[in-house]
């Protein structure tokens, strides 16, 4: 269990920057290799599986990597092309899946890959880095010597910023629409500390409004996917006119991914500008634990499109950036039912009452701004009677 925190400690302070390696036929390359790398990855999936099966646990990156060895000397030649840190960060994801798996109930088991679906690749050497390219290595098969020789190749990108801090390793990811981005990992742990504001601030998730802070503010969301889900429906009825597999049946594919993938931006984007936002004018912030299941559960596929999850994990980074304090109140802490006049509880309180009148003080609430005042007053302590 303690290894598991430091795990996620470590983690924390890592900074990620993306960067889009440019269009150029040669990344048919990159292409390749996520190939073979899955290609990998169902190979050892399988054997996990096969062991799975006999021992009744996992084989581990342990048994795995010195086999992989072999394959490579062996067999598996053609998987020699790719230099060796990047299969082996195939067999410890494996590893880590296997692991969690394991661990913690409800996590699925880990899954064959289709090539298509099959994102991203790590390096952790074997590559340069310099002002707006990077050259990978690879082995390739030499025919005059007969063995392995190192090819180099450089790929240019798009350096929309710098980075700061060192590199500790990169990735290569392919999305949905064919493109190719770079990420490169840093340790930076730089903070921009903004001026404090004295302000503390309790805020609530809902469906109707997308966010209600315990000042009374509500801040609605734009609904991305529901602005285009017109041209959405369009797509997908041209693609089911299209014979599935042809050329224009996989153009209609890829204009359907770059449309999801323009929402999740805008999506995204919003979400940091809300959360910078929010750290400028307070110095804490609380929220409460997001039950994701249970939200699903109760509204549905609508909960995708708020992505309430993604939003806390943005507001948490930029609340460590920022030098603002983010507290999260448990999932069991009663926000919605008592009175935050007097504390006394609303046991008649349904799900559709969004104002109600506090039956033992007669103060007039909304519902969701009662709830961000008890969350803010529960983030600063055990103030809100548990009765
Ligand atoms: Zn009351």
Redesign the pocket.
Known sequence: METKKRKQKQKRTRRTYKYQIREHPQNMRLGNMLDDLCDVHNHFLRLENRYYRIYGKYAGRYRLQPHLTKLLERTHQHWAWIPRDTLDAVIIRLHIAWERFFDFPGVGHPKFKRKDRYRSAKFQSGYLLEAGRVRLSFKEWDEASERFKFNKRWFSFHQHRDWKGNVRYIQILRDAVGTYWLYIVTDDTSKEVLPATGESVGADFGMETYLTLSNGEKIQSPKFLKQSLKQLRKLYKSLSRKVKGSNNWWRAVREIARLCRHIASQRRDWHFKLATDLCRRFDLIATETLNLDGMKRLWGRKVSDLAFGSFVEILRYKCFKHNRDFRQVGQWTATTKP?S??G?KNENLTLSDRQWT?P??G?PHDRDINAAINILRAACGPVVEQM
Do not use: A, E, L
Request: one cysteine or more.
């Open positions: 009175c006049d007097c006394s506090c033992n003080c103060s």
